[in-house]
């Protein structure tokens, strides 16, 4: 939203046809955008305040970036942090409170009792309905997971065939075991995969064409959003595109079922080899 230098009413237009669509859910972070998303949302929001009951909004903390400030960025999660910051987010967006809140990235020098406390505090305040996490490890997420009297909603990690990380690393096979719902970020790998010529991205790209060609598909961007959705943790795609066309052809891909043999051909073409 930082990015599209569109008006408020504009940026309700975008919103209201997304819910015609059928999609609710917008993923904000204290940190995005210049000038941020979350005052550029709370502008639009403002303009049909009833909409806030149609809609729900996660946000993050977490990222304490070092920008004119001469420090280096770096992660937080201490208790008045976290409070202070979502305090922040709540007055730019307009709103009393968010449904989910996630920190951001994991701190490594977190104490997890502390983050409990806050995450008590905000739940007990009616300012956040759920907590959850982004880019944990199974780990991490295990070890907040066991502070908590709530169950941590989601972990929103990076999963596209050029990031095969969590398929890996166990992250998705815990979400899986505890039947939370990951969210996907960059299922297009931020658009890379359109733009780039590496030789990895067009022995992908060439792939993800094949595949498209054979479901019938409009574009390969409906491919990835299939191969995201079939991984058996179900994540949640979240969108990263202004365009509502490319939102429609996102949503039109839940229509598309791979089979696991296409599924393994965009992970072998990611790979530059095959399974055995
Ligand atoms: N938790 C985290 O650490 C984290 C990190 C990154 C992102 N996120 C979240 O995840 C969301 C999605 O991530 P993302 O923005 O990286 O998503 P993405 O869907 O992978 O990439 C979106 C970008 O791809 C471009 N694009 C889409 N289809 C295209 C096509 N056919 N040809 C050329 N370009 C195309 C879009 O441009 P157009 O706008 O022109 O369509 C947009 O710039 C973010 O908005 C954010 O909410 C979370």
Not at 59 to 78: F, M, P, Q, W
Not at 167 to 188: H, I, N, Y
Not at 190 to 206: A, D, K
Request: proline share 4%.
């Amino acid at each position: 939203m930082g990015e599209w230098a569109r008006s408020p009413q504009q940026h309700l237009a975008f919103l209201e046809q997304h819910l015609d669509l059928g999609v609710s859910t917008v993923d904000h972070a204290n940190i995005y955008g210049q000038p941020a998303c979350e005052t550029l949302f709370g502008q639009a929001l403002k303009l049909a305040p009833a909409l806030r009951e149609k809609i729900e909004i996660v946000t993050k903390c977490g990222i304490e970036l070092g920008a004119n400030s001469g420090r280096v960025a770096h992660y937080r999660s201490d208790r008045r942090y976290i409070t202070e910051t979502l305090e922040l987010s709540l007055t730019r967006l307009g709103v009393d409170s968010v449904d989910v809140l996630l920190l951001h990235r994991p701190d490594l020098l977190m104490n997890v009792d502390e983050v409990a406390e806050a995450f008590l505090q905000l739940k007990q305040s009616g300012k956040v309905q759920h907590f959850g996490v982004s880019n944990y490890s199974a780990s991490q997420f295990a070890l907040l997971q066991s502070r908590l009297g709530a169950p941590l909603v989601t972990n929103q990690i990076e999963i596209n065939p050029l990031n095969l990380t969590a398929t890996e690393d166990g992250s998705l096979d815990f979400m899986q075991q505890l039947r939370v719902k990951p969210m996907a970020w960059s299922c297009l790998a931020g658009g890379r995969i359109f733009s780039e010529q590496t030789e990895h991205i067009r022995r992908l790209r060439v792939e993800l064409e094949n595949v498209r060609d054979e479901l019938s598909a409009d574009s390969i961007d409906q491919v990835l959003f299939a191969w995201v959705a079939a991984l058996p943790a179900k994540p949640l795609p979240i969108v990263g595109s202004g365009n509502i066309e490319r939102v429609v052809a996102a949503i039109e891909s839940f229509s598309y079922t791979l089979t696991h043999e296409q599924w393994y051909r965009i992970w072998t073409a990611s790979k530059g080899h095959g399974v055995a």
